[in-house]
């Protein structure tokens, strides 16, 4: 156990660099951390890398955060875990599966490159360039000495990048070879989750002392003062997230020291933290106009905490198997998420990516425009993020603000958000031409469920980054954005691309109303493939 009130400290926290002659024999040990000591010690966590998170949008170097390591050590899992823990607006989460045909066009690292972060940015990589060497060599596609010519290479790469100015963070989460067996079979032996088993995940573990061995090289060689390895063992996720999000913190926070120390030293006084903004509470909002779509939603609609798990697991299975089958047909779905702000997007979002490989999905939250962006047709940068075959991509926010903020806000002229209805109808037809599975919600809560969720965020020190003054004042104007939200939803909701309104003043409810939407659009696709649709 640890101090009450404090994280685990660097003598407390097992996490274990490369040394001893085994240097798995540490991350094997059955390490845990209870339930309670986590509840305890996530808060503190939470709210130390938030505040890390807003310095490194200062200091001016990108994060690079790695996550390598067998298959059911929980990579993908904390790696969501930090991305809910942080802000994800200023996350690149990206995961690397086998090469596309325009990727093995180009020098291996191409990929990589395309995807790194800008300053300021963490990017969160899965899979990443340890992938394919480490795959080969246990497949004994490639002989030690080619594993070793591939490995420099990847020292070669990490090092320019250090270089530069990034902090790289590199992960292996462990499993021991009967830890793994334990780990798979209980998987496999729930029929919620047994979706998460593959063939190949066996195959791999069959193959586990060839993986082990060719891992154990890797590591060694690859384990530098700019890029250490940390190796986690990934039986307890409790033990495992604390320790990855320990990792983080710690490493940035160490950076961050240096790098203001200079700057402090360089401008001849002390650093001082930007002054916290005020947020003052608007009056609340005139009362909604009477009828419309909103105006028909029962917003007392609830499930209890029973039956909300009991819901979760059977359509993020049906959703898991529903995708598989889209997959195989090369059918990439787009979800776009609009509503209230705290309505709830964030968490119905990650409660649909839960259900999916992290290779399979990516998340997209669209804030302003840059100025590169700007300087394009509106719809510009939503055509660069547009999935591949197979994929899914969730926009949290999307083109639609065109006719929401950017109209009520008067970022967009009247002529130019009147033409957008038709402009969004001919781009989603091009989708779903295309073949393209097309998604839409708009989540609705009431004036006071918003307001009591924007007063629960200002006492929970790692939610405050949500909750601005900007989302203050934009209650004033509650009436205005319900109408375009009215009207948005006559002139956009058409037979091939229909909103889906979903009551959201219980979490629980939304999350499983967005999951059985989302599997129902995947079916009716599948079906009409099917029938030759």
């Not at 495992?240 to 926070?253: K, P, V």
């Not at 109209?407 to 989603?428: L, T």
């Not at 989708?431 to 919600?441: I, R, W, Y």
Request: aromatic share 10%.
């Amino acid at each position: 156990m640890t101090p009450r009130g404090n994280l685990l400290t660097a003598h407390d926290s097992p996490w274990h660099r490369l040394e001893g002659t085994r240097i798995f024999e540490a991350a094997e040990l059955g390490l845990a951390v209870p339930r309670a000591e986590f509840r305890e010690q996530e808060p503190i966590l939470r709210k130390r890398l938030l505040d890390a998170q807003a310095r490194l949008r200062e200091a001016g170097f990108p994060v690079l955060v790695l996550f390598g390591g067998v298959d059911g050590a929980g990579k993908g899992e904390t790696a969501n875990v930090l991305s809910e823990w942080m802000d994800p607006r200023r996350i690149v989460t990206r995961s690397f599966g086998t090469p596309s045909e325009e990727e093995g066009e180009r020098p291996e690292h191409w990929r990589f490159w395309r995807d790194l972060p800008p300053r300021g940015y963490l990017g969160v990589f899965l899979s990443a360039w340890y992938s394919r060497p480490l795959l080969d060599r246990a497949y004994e596609n490639i002989d030690a000495a080619e594993f070793d010519a591939r490995l420099d290479k990847i020292v070669a790469l990490e090092k320019m990048l250090a270089d530069d100015g990034a902090l790289i963070v590199k992960f292996w989460m462990h499993l021991g070879r009967e830890q793994q067996r334990r780990r798979l079979q209980s998987l496999e032996e729930d029929p919620l989750l047994s979706w998460r088993v593959t063939k190949l995940d066996w195959k791999h573990w069959r193959l586990y002392d060839r993986f082990i061995g060719a891992a154990e090289q890797l590591l060694r060689r690859t384990d530098a003062p700019h890029a250490h390895w940390t190796i986690i063992e990934g039986a307890d996720p409790y033990y495992r997230n604390l320790t990855a999000g320990r990792g983080l913190l710690d490493a940035l926070e160490q950076r961050l020291a240096e790098r203001e120390a200079a700057a402090a030293e360089a401008a001849g006084q002390a650093a001082e933290p930007p002054p916290a903004e005020t947020i003052t509470v608007a009056e609340a909002p005139a009362p909604a106009p009477a009828g419309g779509v909103l105006a028909g939603l029962d917003l007392t609609k609830e499930l209890d905490e029973e039956e909300y798990r009991s819901r979760l697991k059977k359509w993020q299975a049906r959703l898991n198997l529903l995708h598989r089958q889209a997959r195989d047909q090369k059918r990439s779905m787009i979800l776009v998420f609009e509503g209230w702000d705290a309505a709830g997007k964030g968490g119905a979002i990650r409660r649909v990516t839960a259900a999916l490989d992290a290779r399979d999905f990516e998340v997209i939250s669209i804030a302003a425009p840059t100025d590169e962006e700007r300087a394009h047709h509106y719809l510009w940068r939503f055509w660069r993020h547009l999935p591949r075959a197979g994929r899914v991509i969730a926009f949290d926010r999307s083109w639609y603000g065109r006719v929401l903020v950017e109209r009520i806000e008067g970022f967009a002229k009247p002529a130019e958000w009147e033409r957008a209805y038709d402009e969004i109808n001919e781009f989603e037809r091009l989708l779903v031409d295309h073949g393209t599975v097309l998604a839409k919600f708009w989540l609705h809560i009431t004036p006071e469920e918003q307001e009591r969720r924007f007063l629960a965020r200002k006492e929970i020190p790692y939610k405050r980054w949500k909750l601005t003054a900007e989302d203050w004042r934009n209650r004033a104007r509650w009436t205005d954005y319900e109408r375009a939200v009215e009207e948005m939803m006559t002139r956009t909701g058409t037979e091939i691309a229909p909103w889906h309104a979903v009551p959201a003043n219980d979490k629980g409810f939304a999350r499983i109303a967005v999951l059985k939407h989302v599997c129902r659009e995947l079916e009716r696709a599948l079906e009409r493939r099917m029938n030759g649709g």
